[in-house]
């Protein structure tokens, strides 16, 4: 995927304007150039977007990776660590073993992931880009030494709510950068959610997530979790109605499945979650921002950047670093089979 800003061009057709004969050949004004270049994008949650870029599609073309390390299997994916011979850059190599069906569905998806990594965040795990080799398909993605939150549940149980809120902020800042560039997340979870040897928190599967799951359908069972029975409302409308506010309301889910250790409850399916009652006011009113029915009355990622559950001065990021470090080397030696880069 190529893209050029829209200021970029904007800039460009303002320096050609005007110019020799004095006549307008071209719009010359910002406002003129918006309506000229400026289309319009209409999400779940009836809100429009200006496209900030003019994109157009670009045959992804081979990448020259090297797999160096197996990690191991991780839902569809045979796992290495590997180099990128662009830099000599240590990525995350994910393989995928592929049949004639599943072919068609993997031009669109290459093309995503050509667009993604054009994204960068400290709390994204970002895409490096995808290749094919016959019937393989190969995702890359940078490097990164981290667990993920189920698996570090799996360890050592629940976590508290100050170690909740120092890694749900996190998610939270960079789930607001992805809804500020027309992205959804849609695989918020804590199989997708990492957390590395310092500390800092990496979002996977970003956006392509349902797409990789439709390459191999039954590979991940989310039959008896949090976000199998209680799924944001609006989705019983219409399973393609997942806005940014869908992924609000699994952000809520995450920060419950921290609290409670396990995304598997014994609870019946529901319109809302199980609302905990012995958490601070502070994490009770962040639940409920989370859990609005109604999509239009939840808050936005931004808007949860600046709630009151995160104005404490008790976390130290100081501590936070070493506590978490120190957490993350225990899951090393004691269950190195339980630490993953995917």
Not at 23 to 45: G, H, L, Q, S, W
Not at 71 to 91: A, E, K, N, Y
Not at 125 to 152: F, H, K, N, P
Not at 241 to 261: C, I, P, R, Y
Request: contains cysteine; negative net charge; hydrophobic residues 40%.
């Amino acid at each position: 995927m190529g893209y050029v800003p829209l200021d970029a061009i904007f800039s460009i057709v303002e320096s050609m304007g005007g110019s020799g004969s004095g006549k307008k050949t071209v719009p010359v004004t910002r406002e003129e150039c918006r309506r000229v270049a400026t289309a319009f994008d209409f999400d779940a949650n009836g809100r429009f977007h200006y496209m900030r870029f003019i994109w157009f599609v670009l045959p992804p073309g081979k990448m020259f990776i090297r797999e160096e390390k197996a990690v191991g299997i991780h839902g569809i994916f045979h796992t290495s660590r590997g180099t990128w011979d662009v830099g000599q850059l240590p990525i995350t190599i994910k393989r995928l073993e592929m049949n004639q069906q599943m072919l068609e569905l993997v031009d669109d998806l290459r093309i995503q992931i050509s667009l993604l990594a054009t994204l960068a965040h400290p709390n994204l795990l970002r895409y490096v880009g995808s290749t094919m080799s016959d019937l393989t398909l190969w995702v890359c993605q940078e490097w990164s030494e981290a667990s993920s939150i189920r698996t570090i549940l799996g360890a050592f149980g629940r976590m508290s709510e100050p170690t909740i809120r120092r890694y749900i902020v996190q998610v939270v800042e960079g789930l607001q950068f992805l809804h500020a560039n027309s992205v959804l997340h849609r695989e918020i979870h804590g199989e997708s959610t990492r957390i590395d040897t310092a500390g800092l928190v990496k979002m996977g599967e970003f956006a392509v997530g349902p797409s990789l799951r439709a390459l191999n359908a039954g590979s991940h069972n989310f039959n008896d979790t949090l976000y199998a029975k209680f799924p944001p409302p609006e989705l019983k409308q219409s399973s393609s109605a997942w806005g940014t506010k869908a992924d609000v309301w699994s952000v809520g889910l995450l920060a419950l499945e921290m609290l409670f250790g396990t995304a598997i409850l014994n609870a019946p399916m529901s319109t809302q979650p199980p609302m905990p009652e012995t958490v601070s006011p502070a994490f009770r009113a962040f639940l409920v921002h989370c859990f609005e029915v109604n999509p239009r009355d939840r808050a936005t990622a931004e808007e949860l950047t600046l709630h009151p559950f995160f104005q404490t001065e008790e976390d130290s990021s100081c501590m936070f670093s070493e506590v978490s470090h120190s957490t993350m080397k225990m899951v090393q030696s004691a269950m190195p089979t339980f630490f993953d880069s995917s």
